[in-house]
């Protein structure tokens, strides 16, 4: 048995994970709802979702994860309309509701389901993602979001979203108490179904604990309902990038999701959270970054620039701007759709913050000549990483991307649907497979997510370092140890 | 066309309903997950569910029923020991992760789910029904609850639950609040998806409308999320007996679930709940009545009592006691266990309500001699509709209380697992066919559950004269009006 220095270094593998809200629709502005054969109106069918987890497990792609509000996108005109007649992020199905489904017929592929930390009890989330990871034998991620929309707070009757901190805040002690039901109310060895000993017991109640939570923003005095599933705490996603986001994934992240696409922003960012999680005395490695991508994908060159047009064709360039406008609280609408428009921090709005406007500019830089609102709206979802060609050539793009950033794989946006999928696990998989970029099968066939996303078999709980596994009792399990699993390789 | 009064009078069918809670053990004290091959341990699979689906499909079972607690049943010694050790209604799997699951291997098996309405945001739970009703293509019912215990209100950080009048007035502006996401919100045709006049629009914004809610314990301002399902609102279900629960069943619900078993109490309240029905303008009839029933099915005399005698056997008295000490709130514990034990509405608590001290009463009377708390526990959950015998003989006995009461069908509790689900289906159901009394099949096959409870093939929506109904914009849809319907046969 070597120490872990005389182990030759361990390539870091390429993940991909495929990117999807379950709305019917499209999460995205590219209207290709227009397409024959597009899949946009079968998004609340329960076939749509069984094709595409069984698409993703054949394509060896990690996880699937949904994207999902609250409320809706209100902001640009004061109502839903561009979104609504977009097709956009409307006719929402409640993802809890669907992984069920997808589980049955696949057996490794894993699910990053969004859950909000400001509307659900935390008690029923606990709840909710036990049995998730229960039904899907250990293959669920929570997305933790902290809901950042007024239309959300005044669906949930409330009259204003609390702000950034104070919603984070308010989140870190939900994550306290949720790591507290997840982890310690039930200790490893509760169920017992009848013994020699205790002949008797189904559960036994020395093991069973309540949980006593007296929080500024949360209580709770109750057991947690649900025996512990595999993972007991499903693995914990973020995607937030603002100052508190940051601190909140180097504390808690066991994955990030982050929609920056260019080298510079991603470098600060993974550095950002990686040295937030060495702060808090986390492995900052252990923090998986998935950066978006949106690839046009075909057998020859041509065929690739011809789904790129295609999508440019159907970009609906005034519901990105209605997007624009919500996640910026910029109503787009004040100015005139097809009229040029002269960008000025003073003129858009005061109200701007200083991240949005910089955005801006950098979008309005890559204009040359007049610009209009709807231009600008068609040029934001196109000009990020979106690359262009063959399967060699997107490979290409991937490795250098993945090997010039800090990120540890990618989250596909689709364009059409099904072909982005399709092309995807078709074309793209088998070539970074080729070039030993991606793995050949799951590290763990049939196992977990946490076990498939650190590539190693029996890692199925919270990393010691991780704040949540202070509660768990047996933290001394072989299984789990980082040192132990190094030294007996 | 004849008038309605002409044609011949529609003998009213039996429908059955599966009983079961998504739970790691049992919902019921009867103790049988020591016996050889029980499903018990097995519930947290989704492999469970799944199978139980298909054989309550393959029975042309109409529903399958999970009832559903917050919390847990704590008052008995003032924690869950008894329930955990006894394995029941513990190890709690929220059914919402599971019905996709069940949807996508079956057709016409419906499915109603338990929703609370004080720890679930309406806006949230609109969602999440309207999902399940996609997801299932209509075959969804919502058992409206208020969640009584106290456990459940600590579990969500409340101090205390509020009494019961304040629980149903709360809950009768949250079922204003969800009617007005699910039938006003979305108008019919509001889905284009591309047409000759709106080549651009998914959604038609003039079509979709927000709805402004200000009440007393509820607020919203919000579009309802979720484009219109199959049914729209889900089947409304009710489960409570309560004085306040009998004003909100006349006025919401289209099923009840009722644990009653002996035929005058099954009268009063079919009766009374009909009477409230019909002082809120809807049609009684159009209320459908399932009894809890325990069939003990052999093919032989001597088999079926052979299963009740396993039944009585593994009968977990202590389980039987927390269980009532939960409803009652009396802390049972407080009795020797083993110990005679005189009954007296004084000696056993001062807060003992009326109605648990009279079903006490009339439990006790059942006994010649001394009675322990075991005595009785074990008494308690035998005592009710428990037919035992052959097919032939359970059939008589379901024929006999569904002809002497004004039910609509059986609520199956069953005792062990497969054993009794099967026996209802391979033995009794035949039996009922062929007496006439049961369906050959589904009244609408791969119809909605709407359709399926009234027999009625386009009775997808709300009955006209249901509260709900006055905000559907679409009221006067043919295939939904009763009058249209029986002068067209």
């Not at 036994?204 to 949360?218: L, Q, S, T």
């Not at 808690?252 to 929609?259: K, L, N, S, V």
């Not at 399709?422 to 070039?435: A, K, M, W, Y």
Request: hydrophobic letters at 35%; glycine letters at 8%.
């Amino acid at each position: 048995m070597g120490s872990i220095q005389e182990q030759a270094p361990v390539k870091k593998l390429m993940q991909l994970n495929f990117f999807d809200m379950a709305c019917a629709g499209s999460h995205m502005p590219y209207g290709q709802w227009k397409e024959p054969g597009d899949m946009a109106q079968f998004k609340d069918r329960l076939e749509y979702y069984q094709w595409l987890a069984q698409l993703a497990e054949k394509g060896k792609i990690i996880s699937i994860f949904f994207a999902d509000v609250y409320g809706g996108h209100d902001v640009y005109g004061g109502n839903m309309d561009v979104m609504l007649k977009g097709g956009s992020n409307v006719g929402v199905i409640d993802p809890v509701t669907i992984v069920a489904a997808m589980a049955a017929v696949t057996k490794s592929v894993s699910f990053g389901i969004t859950g909000s930390t400001s509307y659900i009890a935390p008690y029923i989330l606990a709840r909710t993602w036990s049995s998730l990871d229960h039904v899907t034998r250990g293959r669920i991620g929570w997305n933790v979001v902290t809901s950042y929309s007024e239309s959300a707070a005044k669906a949930m009757g409330k009259d204003r979203v609390p702000p950034s901190h104070e919603r984070y805040e308010a989140a870190e002690e939900y994550l306290d108490l949720t790591y507290q039901l997840w982890e310690k109310s039930w200790e490893d060895g509760a169920a017992v179904w009848g013994s020699k000993e205790q002949p008797d017991t189904v559960y036994d109640p020395k093991k069973v604990h309540k949980i006593e939570f007296n929080g500024k923003y949360h209580k709770c005095s109750a057991y947690h309902q649900t025996h512990p599933s595999p993972q007991r705490t499903p693995v914990i996603f973020q995607a937030g990038a603002s100052k508190f986001g940051i601190e909140f994934a180097g504390r808690h992240a066991e994955g990030i999701y982050t929609d920056m696409q260019d080298r510079p922003s991603l470098l600060a960012h993974t550095k950002a959270v990686r040295e937030a999680a060495a702060r808090n005395g986390r492995n900052p490695a252990d923090i998986k970054f998935f950066a978006a991508v949106t690839p046009f994908i075909g057998r020859t060159l041509e065929e690739a620039q011809e789904k790129y047009h295609r999508a440019k064709k159907n970009m609906n360039g005034e519901v990105s701007l209605a997007k624009f406008s919500a996640y910026s609280g910029v109503d787009m609408s004040q100015y005139p759709l097809d009229e040029p428009f002269v960008f000025d921090g003073n003129t858009t709005s005061s109200n701007i913050i200083t991240g949005v406007v910089n955005s801006m500019k950098a979008m309005f830089d890559k204009f040359d000549g007049p610009v209009t609102p709807r231009m600008f709206g068609e040029k934001m979802s196109l000009s990020g990483f979106a690359p262009v060609g063959t399967p060699e050539m997107v490979a290409d793009a991937f490795e250098e991307q993945f090997n010039e950033t800090d990120i540890d794989g990618f989250n596909i946006v689709y364009v059409s649907n099904p072909g982005s999928y399709e092309d995807v696990v078709e074309l793209l998989v088998p070539e970074l497979q080729r070039r030993g970029l991606m793995w050949q099968d799951y590290a763990v066939p049939g196992g977990t997510f946490r076990e498939n996303i650190h590539s190693k078999p029996g890692e199925r709980f919270l990393a010691l370092d991780h704040p949540g596994a202070k509660y768990r009792k047996t933290q001394n399990s072989a299984a789990n140890s980082h040192e132990v699993t190094a030294s007996s390789a």
